[in-house]
């Protein structure tokens, strides 16, 4: 079996095991607000694992595009569907900004200056009156779609949520697999010859950002309209850390390993708590009842061991095993 | 006397907050710039350590007793210590990796050591009373001077000159400048370079646990001191670039007294003037105002 039908059998997989999760007993909203930090994820690993830019504003996009979607919907009344279009218009309208400025320098410079844009951006919506400073702006309608389907059921809303998560996640596949994909991959791989080449390096680049800030900025108003707040943590540049270590777990430049670094990220974090209370009970040690309280430590160990000995991540691994096994079997 | 509506005492006691802040940003990113320059780490770890700086002076304040002229020197072996271990134990690992690994990891032991401290204090603040000596206001005749204010940016501008000397007249420095443009050559003239490593990460983080002990006394202790400092150093470090030494110094300053200016005349942008600046930086001299164009 070639590992192109192989990859179809597990998206397909995933896909069905997420059409039928809520009949399986999954709590729907949980559910969503995985699929939200999958495609926010995967619009990360857009810019770093395709390009090569490590962006650390990308809180920025997802909390700046959540307070306009919930403003919008919220204040000015207008409909779902409108609501996460002017959100993703805006990520990716901040995305142009930030952009424009971190694609002047290079690497850990560039890196620094999208950190530093996005902690002004924290620091406006912290004062902006708009926003609802440190309680974020709370109470937004989830209303009706085109006017029609009334959303408040959990479960109509999370077939929506996942035809546009779906949807999200198609538009960088096509984009990873489009010319312009292999340009940016040539941009990661040496600029300077893909300069040499005749390519505007710097307007892929661009382009590339605001790509990946739009959908990032889709993410973060859908994560508004199914939980009905935009908080201001979305905007601080922890988010930021937190969509660099999903994708680094998942494995940097594989399409599916934000999905999984994600998943990974987000259940552990939910349930570290148990997990500490169990191996509290397993090992008679009194700390390990803390662990729920102590996730930043466990996040930090996580990113540690990662970059350490586990650059590729989970898929980033399994794949390369796979093609260490073909290879293997090629030469017998 | 008044300046634009403002009166002159107001004026030059908001100045003199911005002196002091612009200190702590002189300090840390002259660490930054010096650790970066060795290891081509971006050492995102050092608000952290910057806070441990401060805990720990708090700590043997509360426990043992011990008072802060000696923190001034004990914090900073202490926390060189444990800035030699990370060196050894992790660091170490990664140098030929691309440089947003560095970042990567010291994010992670950021996380883990501001967690560590989280769990034992919680997040609100500690409180450090200023030291006797230091206590108390001078008046000035234009301006009644805070004495520890005035201590903290004499102590931080002697530290950084300090710094200054030793890396661009000495022989030590002479190697540690060698060893940041070609380390190869300077290891098969025998000197010992990985051991010159380590030091430079241990006298990096020592600094910016000494700009914790001097913090300590005016900004609140918190495990979370250094979360929003080290970002806005990091827009300090993009605004100077990080090819020289002075050029750290000077920009750490220069900004804080920018920013106690903003707090004077528009307070609501005090906190993202120093971000302003970068932007307008970035857009005459893309690489920063002391760095060199490639």
């Given at each position: ?19 039928l ?7 729907p ?11 926010f ?44 279009l ?19 320098r ?32 709370q109470g ?76 990032s900025g ?31 777990v ?39 009842h ?15 061991v ?27 | ?58 700590m043997?304040?509360n ?59 919680g ?49 030590l ?8 443009e ?22 990096g ?90």
């Amino acid at each position: 079996m070639n590992s192109k039908n192989l990859s179809a059998i597990g998206y397909s997989l995933l896909l069905v095991g997420l059409l039928l999760a809520p009949m399986l007993g999954a709590y729907p909203v949980f559910v969503m607000k995985l699929m939200c930090f999958a495609l926010f994820a995967a619009a990360f690993n857009l810019l770093l694992g395709y390009t090569g830019m490590l962006s650390f504003g990308h809180a920025a996009f997802l909390g700046g595009a959540a307070y306009v979607a919930g403003q919008s919907m919220k204040v000015w009344g207008f409909t779902p569907e409108v609501g996460l279009l002017l959100g993703t218009l805006s990520g990716g309208f901040l995305g142009l900004i930030v952009g424009f400025f971190a694609i002047r320098r290079e690497g850990i410079y560039s890196t620094m200056i999208t950190l530093a844009l996005a902690q002004m951006l924290f620091f406006v919506c912290l004062q902006a009156p708009f926003t609802g400073g440190e309680d974020g702006l709370q109470g937004v309608p989830r209303g009706k779609l085109f006017g029609l389907i009334s959303l408040k059921d959990d479960l109509v809303m999370y077939y929506v949520a996942l035809a546009v998560v779906v949807a999200g996640f198609l538009v960088i596949v096509r984009t990873v697999h489009s010319p312009y994909g292999q340009v940016l991959k040539a941009i990661k791989e040496n600029e300077q010859r893909a300069i040499s080449l005749g390519y505007d390096t710097n307007r892929f680049k661009l382009l590339a950002f605001v790509l990946s800030a739009a959908l990032s900025g889709l993410a973060g108003s859908l994560k508004t309209l199914i939980l009905g707040f935009a908080t201001l943590s979305d905007a601080h540049w922890t988010a930021s850390g937190h969509v660099v270590l999903m994708t680094l777990v998942g494995g940097l430049g594989t399409l599916s390993g934000p999905l999984v670094g994600s998943a990974v990220v987000v259940l552990l974090e939910n349930k570290i708590g148990d997990l500490g209370e169990f191996l509290a009970r397993v090992s008679g040690i009194e700390w390990f009842h803390t662990l729920g309280e102590s996730v930043t430590i466990v996040t930090g160990l996580i990113f540690v061991v990662c970059v350490l000995a586990f650059r590729r991540g989970i898929m980033g691994e399994l794949i390369a095993w796979m093609a260490r096994r073909r290879a293997g079997s090629a030469a017998k | 006397m008044e300046i634009f509506g403002v009166s002159l005492p107001a004026m030059l006691s908001q100045l003199l907050l911005g002196l002091v802040n612009g200190s702590f940003y002189a300090i840390l990113s002259l660490g930054l710039a010096v650790i970066f320059g060795l290891l081509n780490v971006i050492n995102f770890a050092h608000g952290a350590l910057f806070m441990m700086g401060a805990v720990t002076t708090w700590m043997a304040m509360n426990y043992l007793g011990i008072n802060y002229w000696l923190m001034l020197v004990l914090a900073p072996l202490v926390v060189g210590i444990f800035g030699v271990v990370i060196e050894r134990l992790l660091l170490r690992w990664i140098y030929k990796l691309d440089h947003l690994y560095g970042l990567l990891l010291t994010l992670g032991l950021t996380l883990v050591i501001e967690g560590v401290y989280r769990s034992v204090y919680g997040v609100s603040g500690l409180g450090y009373d200023t030291p006797e000596l230091l206590q108390g206001a001078t008046n000035l005749g234009f301006m009644i001077l805070p004495n520890y204010r005035a201590w903290v940016v004499v102590a931080s501008v002697v530290v950084c000159i300090a710094t200054w000397f030793v890396i661009e007249k000495t022989k030590l420095g002479a190697y540690l400048r060698a060893g940041t443009e070609n380390p190869r050559l300077v290891e098969a003239f025998g000197v010992n370079v990985p051991v010159m490593i380590t030091l430079t990460y241990a006298f990096g983080v020592a600094l910016a646990a000494f700009a914790g002990v001097l913090a300590a006394p005016i900004y609140q202790v918190s495990p979370l001191m250094g979360q929003n400092l080290i970002i806005v150093v990091f827009a300090v470090v993009v605004i100077g670039g990080m090819g020289s030494i002075m050029g750290s110094i000077l920009t750490g300053l220069g900004l804080g007294i920018i920013e106690g200016f903003t707090k004077v005349f528009y307070p609501e942008a005090s906190s993202t003037v120093v971000f302003v600046i970068m932007v307008i930086v970035l857009l005459i001299r893309p690489a920063g105002l002391f760095g060199k164009e490639k």
